[in-house]
């Protein structure tokens, strides 16, 4: 996912979005559980910059405390425009990538057939070939 949150100065890596929230590391000026962060969430999905500002409660620090959950508190429309148009590229980017791996997958398997085909089709030949040399 190619989305990162600027809280404070500093970028950090997002790992989960929703609408409600999302899961990021670690800011290193970050309050404990119950403490309000701000900043903006940024994303280069589908190759264009996207920004969305936004404030959240912190609802959950990982025991390694190396990453942390936030719930966003109440948006303005513009706020859930940015934060929709963010989540709706990153989904389009995904099932773009989803699409392009089962077609890989899809080619792979048929050049297996077509490679088990022909070694087939060379034993059917060769045997063929040395039956009628052998009479």
Request: no cysteine.
């Amino acid at each position: 996912m190619k989305v990162w949150a600027q809280v404070d100065g500093g970028w950090y890596k997002v790992h989960d979005l929703s609408l409600g929230g999302l899961r990021l590391d670690r800011p290193v000026d970050s309050p404990g559980e119950g403490g309000v962060i701000e900043g903006d969430i940024h994303s280069r999905a589908g190759n264009r910059a996207r920004q969305a500002g936004f404030s959240a409660t912190v609802v959950r620090v990982e025991d390694d405390g190396q990453r942390i959950g936030v719930a966003f508190a109440p948006m303005a429309d513009e706020q859930i425009d940015g934060l929709l148009a963010i989540l709706s590229a990153v989904e389009r980017e995904f099932v773009s990538a989803r699409e392009a791996e089962l077609r890989r997958e899809e080619l792979r398997r048929a050049l297996r057939r077509l490679g088990v085909g022909s070694l087939i089709a060379a034993g059917v030949v060769t045997a063929g070939f040395a039956a009628w040399f052998m009479r």
